[in-house]
């Protein structure tokens, strides 16, 4: 299945490309806005700022061509960052808009426990086909100091100091907040399921 990865410069590219193809994806990297916008399989990646990763698909004119594909009815993975910028809004460094593809918030964790936090974290979710295959409760890697809470397209859960949204799907819209390339074999089968998945 061939699969468009969005080559982004706030993102650890080759660490997910590499999962990707494990995956069995026919992978495609690129920051070209029209191929992105007639892609019908796409994973946008991300680390570090929210406000810097919009920054950079608003100059590139993706941010367009994600809405464009998506509207005509490809299918999208936001990862990490990615994911949080398939949101509304978020309040890091500031308010920032995301691309308004989900509804929800992006705020920093509240509580005593150290943010970012890093690390493997329990995940529960409902059935979706995202997950399929993988136990319930098992583990992913999370590097994050902001996550949604409470998303009225959560598919999946942890808990940081009070729970957060893990992962989302508004039809062929998914995001999770881990990083599924260094989850180990539950990642991968997050990404396989996402790239076999039509």
């Known amino acids: 299945m061939e699969v468009t990865l969005i080559d982004s410069p706030v993102a650890n590219v080759a660490n997910i490309a590499r999962a990707l193809r494990q995956a069995g994806a026919d992978l495609r990297v690129t920051r070209d806005a029209e191929v992105i916008a007639v892609a019908d399989k796409i994973v946008l990646p991300g680390v570090g700022s929210f406000a810097a990763a919009m920054q950079w698909l608003r100059e590139w004119r993706i941010d367009d061509a994600i809405r464009n594909a998506t509207s005509r009815g490809a299918s999208l993975l936001g990862v990490c960052v990615g994911h949080q910028v398939l949101f509304d809004v978020s309040h890091e460094m500031g308010t920032t808009a995301g691309l308004g593809l989900i509804r929800g918030e992006?705020?920093?964790f509240e509580g005593?426990?150290?943010v970012p936090q890093i690390g493997w974290n329990r995940v529960t979710f409902s059935r979706d086909p995202l997950f399929e295959g993988v136990a319930a409760g098992t583990p992913f890697y999370f590097v994050n100091s902001y996550?949604?809470?409470n998303a009225a397209s959560e598919?999946?859960?942890a808990d940081y100091g009070g729970p957060f949204t893990a992962a989302v799907r508004s039809e062929k819209i998914f995001g999770?907040?881990?990083?599924p390339e260094k989850s180990s074999d539950a990642g991968l089968r997050v990404l396989r399921n996402f790239v076999q998945w039509t």
């Open 155 to 157: 598919v999946a859960r």
């Open 147 to 149: 996550a949604v809470s």
């Open 176 to 179: 999770v907040q881990f990083h």
């Open 106 to 108: 992006v705020r920093r």
């Open 112 to 114: 005593p426990l150290p």
